[in-house]
């Protein structure tokens, strides 16, 4: 029977379920807007950079398509120039004669075949002449227009953007000659609308041209409040599409600028960048704005993106919620599985560290029963190495016919027993060394101490040199060991080497000595090893022992290296040492 003050236990167990489930589910849901919030303001800065690398390529592809327009207005206009008829005409100021020679050459085939709107002649002192273009209006002065006083002085083809009555135009004028005199210029010109249409098929992108608001005051074309649009300083004039029209006009005032940026609008997210375009005298007079009314896709990306979202966090809330439930049986059931797992891994441990100290115990009686077996046959060895020097000593004061004969073999029987005696002692050492059994002294030892006792040691009059200040240093480590490593250097070069001259040379780097000990030479035979030669095999290869591995195990004892020279023209060794 249940206490009335108790609640069940399975009751309890449940209603902390469902408190955990509505904390894992406002957990999911908070996550999943953040992801969301993120993964959009991603996708609209990656539209915004895909947008402004558009801007870019439509500047570019402007400016080309511009540059090749003026390229034909500029043969145009020299073709025109080098008409004699024209420069007679224009010699004579002839007006009816050139009238007759373009206005009608200018209406059946330059404006409708070419796409000119202006075809004009200068008089030298910069008066318009004439317009074929536009016959009645003549006689006004030009000369105040960078692009003709520039073509009449330096008698040169001029072209550009130029800020005409009309509006912007490109225009190309090339000085006309005629009998070696300068009797004008003639000017042809078209509108920027097409180069402007061209970038704008090129990039998918909107575009609205204008000129500085206070320079179109004085252009001779009607205001059209209709599709005009005042904007930052500018007159809005042409559009690529009524839709660039209705989306600069949404726009907020100050946002026609340079920066590439998305405005907010009427409900509107509107790409806009604004790229300043100069006439032939280099001023700014005239802009491009690019848009693009980005409503449709961020409004798409948006429901993508919380459509995907809501799917991913559905999901791992309904996966949370079924772990939440079930959560006993599968922590069970991990458990039993992550511990038999656990154990077989702690199994395999254990053998793996039996097997390892098996092959160290292996490894350590190894080189114990050698260090035994060395040092149970020094003894025997010194023993028998005096008795035969004695007899060898004996036999050869001996008159017996054959005691020289017994003397000989003695003494070659001690001198074999010596070179095996050094071996042993040397194997002995290095195995003090490699294994840590040979005691090491931890004090500071001054190099010229050691070098001290090198010069005797080298044979067939060979000298040792110290370069610099080397003996000058000190290093770290035991003065005794060092001291035989080195001498098992010098000996070595003076038994394997053809050289002169000794050089030990040495300098600190950092908290190392780094140092040679080598001369121009060469080896008498092949060059002495150091990796893993052992005592006892050059013994067994009939060689004389030099104590080379010795030297190599007490450099790196001390905390160094040492190295054979490569050098085909210097014999000798490097090495490392710790300084103090």
Same mark, same amino acid.
């Given at each position: ?107 059946e ?11 004009g ?10 317009r074929? /273009?536009?016959p ?16 009449l ?45 061209v ?23 009607p ?31 100050g ?9 907010e ?301 490569a050098?085909? /023209? ?8 710790r300084?103090?």
């Amino acid at each position: 029977m249940q206490l009335g003050g108790e609640e069940p236990e399975g009751l309890a167990r449940s209603r902390r379920q469902i408190v955990i489930a509505i904390v894992a589910g406002v957990a999911v849901v908070g996550v999943s807007v953040l992801a969301a919030v993120s993964l959009y303001a991603g996708a609209k800065q990656q539209l915004v950079s895909q947008l402004d690398v558009a801007s870019e390529r439509f500047e570019t592809v402007f400016r080309e398509a511009v540059e090749s327009r003026l390229q034909s207005l500029r043969l145009g206009a020299e073709i025109l120039a080098r008409d004699e008829g024209i420069a007679s005409a224009l010699a004579r100021r002839d007006r009816p004669d050139l009238a007759q020679r373009t206005v009608g050459f200018y209406n059946e085939s330059l404006a409708p075949r070419f796409r000119l709107s202006i075809l004009g002649f200068q008089t030298p002192d910069g008066i318009m002449f004439f317009r074929a /273009h536009r016959p009645s209006l003549l006689g006004d002065d030009a000369s105040g227009r960078t692009a003709v006083d520039r073509a009449l002085k330096s008698r040169i083809s001029i072209s550009g953007i130029e800020l005409g009555r009309i509006g912007p135009e490109l225009r190309a004028l090339t000085p006309v000659m005629y009998r070696d005199a300068l009797v004008g210029s003639v000017e042809v010109g078209s509108g920027v609308l097409e180069p402007l249409q061209v970038a704008g098929r090129a990039t998918g992108l909107e575009f609205a041209f204008a000129v500085d608001e206070k320079l179109s005051e004085g252009l001779d074309r009607p205001s059209n409040a209709q599709a005009d649009i005042v904007r930052d300083g500018a007159l809005y004039f042409s559009f690529s599409s009524p839709e660039a029209r209705a989306t600069l006009e949404l726009a907020p005032a100050g946002a026609s600028l340079a920066e590439p940026r998305v405005l907010e609008a009427n409900g509107r997210s509107i790409f806009m960048k604004t790229i300043p375009v100069n006439d032939i005298g280099g001023r700014p007079v005239t802009r491009i704005t690019v848009l693009r009314n980005l409503t449709p896709q961020l409004d798409a990306l948006r429901t993508s993106i919380v459509l995907r979202t809501s799917v991913v966090g559905a999901v791992i809330l309904l996966l949370l919620l079924f772990g939440l439930f079930r959560f006993r049986n599968l922590r069970a059931s991990l458990e039993r599985s992550f511990a038999g797992r656990l154990q077989e891994l702690r199994d395999k441990a254990q053998a793996y560290d039996a097997a390892r100290q098996r092959l160290r115990d292996v490894d350590a009686w190894k080189v114990s029963v050698v260090n035994e077996f060395i040092l149970l046959l020094k003894d025997p060895l010194i023993a028998v190495q005096g008795a035969l020097e004695s007899a060898g000593t004996a036999g050869a004061g001996s008159p017996h016919p054959a005691g020289p004969s017994s003397a000989s073999a003695l003494t070659f029987a001690a001198t074999e027993v010596r070179r095996l005696r050094a071996a042993l002692d040397s194997q002995l050492e290095l195995i003090g060394l490699r294994n840590g059994w040979r005691p090491v002294a931890s004090e500071t030892v001054a190099l010229g101490s050691v070098l001290a006792s090198l010069p005797g040691l080298l044979v067939g009059g060979a000298a040792l040199r110290v370069v610099g200040e080397a003996d000058q240093l000190q290093v770290s480590g035991d003065g005794a060991l060092l001291r035989s490593a080195f001498t098992a250097l010098v000996v070595s070069l003076g038994r394997r080497a053809e050289i002169d001259i000794v050089s030990f040379s040495a300098e600190p780097r950092g908290a190392e000595i780094l140092g040679r000990l080598a001369g121009p030479g060469r080896w008498r035979a092949a060059a002495p090893r150091l990796d893993n030669t052992a005592p006892l095999a050059a013994l067994s290869a009939g060689m004389a022992d030099d104590g080379l591995a010795v030297a190599r195990a007490a450099f790196e004892r001390l905390g160094g290296s040492l190295e054979l020279l490569a050098d085909d /023209h210097e014999v000798g060794f490097s090495f490392k040492l710790r300084t103090s």
